[in-house]
Structure formats: C-alpha cells, structure tokens
C-alpha cells in the first residue's frame, strides 16, 4: 500500500520561514510529477507548487519568489521550502504524488499538514 506522509508543518510569525516534507513509502515503480496544495477555511483547494520527474517546476503567483519545490528522487521525497510567510498562506497543505505501483498509474495525496502564520 502506498502512502504519502507529510511533516514539518506548525505555527510560524509573519517573516518567518518552514520547509515541509512528504515521502512517499510502499512498492512504488516511478514517481511522475509531485506536487503541493493548499487549502484555507472556506476556500478550494489550490495548487501550490509542483515539479517533474526531470525537475522543471511550476508555481501559483502568489509564492513566486518566496517558495521554493524540490525533490529527492533516491528518497521519494519532495520538500516545500517557505520563506517570507505571510497570514494568508495559512492553510493545511497537502502533497501529491502521480505515480506507479505493481496495481497502476494513479495520484495518491498525503493526510495534511496545517501551516498556521500568526503573530
């Protein structure tokens, strides 16, 4: 069985700065793109940060120059650098996975990780 699981989020001043991690464990064959979301109260879900199997990464305008995606492919883990966080970034976040396993082809999604901005 497949898993994604997150870690590194929590509470942080206005400035400040946290780097989240997700691993994906269990049989997995490849790991296609990898991506980050978020999701505030009332809000959809939206896209955060993502990167491909080749490392070409795509952002939402409003991390641009303050986030920053990166994988490890030896370790099945991609990593969400955030730096000058601000309130509205507040939200869980989530990482997915598009990847294939001994069953298929299919996107897994980790269980969360709150990033709370505050002072």
């Known amino acids: 069985q497949v898993q994604l699981v997150e870690s590194g989020g929590g509470l942080v001043q206005p400035g400040g700065s946290l780097r989240l991690s997700c691993a994906a464990s269990?049989?997995?064959?490849?790991?296609?793109?990898m991506e980050w979301y978020r999701q505030a109260p009332g809000h959809q879900r939206e896209l955060v940060a993502g990167i491909s199997n080749g490392g070409s990464t795509v952002y939402a305008d409003s991390v641009k120059g303050r986030f920053t995606i990166s994988r490890d492919n030896a370790r099945n883990t991609v990593y969400l650098q955030m730096n000058s966080l601000k309130p509205e970034d507040t939200a869980v976040y989530y990482c997915?996975?598009?990847?294939?396993?001994?069953?298929?082809?299919?996107?897994?999604w980790g269980q969360g990780t709150q990033v709370t901005v505050s002072s």
């Open positions: 997915s996975a598009d990847l294939r396993t001994i069953t298929g082809r299919f996107r897994a």
């Open positions: 269990g049989i997995i064959f490849s790991i296609y793109a």
